[in-house]
């Protein structure tokens, strides 16, 4: 008689081990998953473009491409835009460029093209109308950006 009961208890002691293995792996597999997750993460942040161009001239020249071709990525991307919201900014003005039928747009920086302080967009709305207004430009780390902000005395 005290054998069935051996057995009886190895039976059960065999599936309690195989449930605690299969528990085992498959917190090990989301602990694995989790870290696989913040490393690709933290990779496309690190990869992530600076914002900006390199220099004064690219910074114009792809601010006049970007606003003439209303696309919005390209445009945020040249943003000195405070906290996460740069991207909303810029569909937002894209968007009201569109809408007024802007085309033509140019790009001139000054007062001095090497080092400027601003950046004079012109273009013309979808009645023929001229448009003009100023943007700061701003420089940090080698990287050109412009700003909606009125620039400094």
Do not use: Q
Not at 44 to 63: N, T, W
Not at 100 to 127: E, F, K, N
């Amino acid at each position: 008689m005290p054998r069935p009961v051996r057995l009886a208890g190895r039976r059960r002691w065999g599936r309690l081990g195989r449930v605690h293995i299969r528990r085992d792996v498959k917190v090990g597999l989301s602990i694995a998953a989790a870290a696989a997750w913040i490393g690709a993460v933290t990779l496309l942040i690190v990869h992530e473009p600076d914002p900006g161009a390199a220099s004064p001239a690219e910074l114009g020249e792809r601010l006049a491409t970007a606003l003439s071709g209303h696309d919005a990525d390209a445009f945020a991307g040249l943003l000195d835009y405070p906290g996460s919201g740069g991207g909303d900014f810029a569909k937002d003005y894209v968007a009201v460029l569109t809408d007024h039928g802007v085309h033509d747009v140019r790009v001139a920086l000054g007062p001095d093209a090497a080092a400027p302080s601003r950046a004079t967009v012109t273009g013309t709305l979808g009645d023929g109308r001229p448009f003009s207004y100023p943007l700061t430009v701003t420089s940090e780390d080698g990287r050109w950006t412009v700003a909606f902000t009125p620039p400094l005395p």
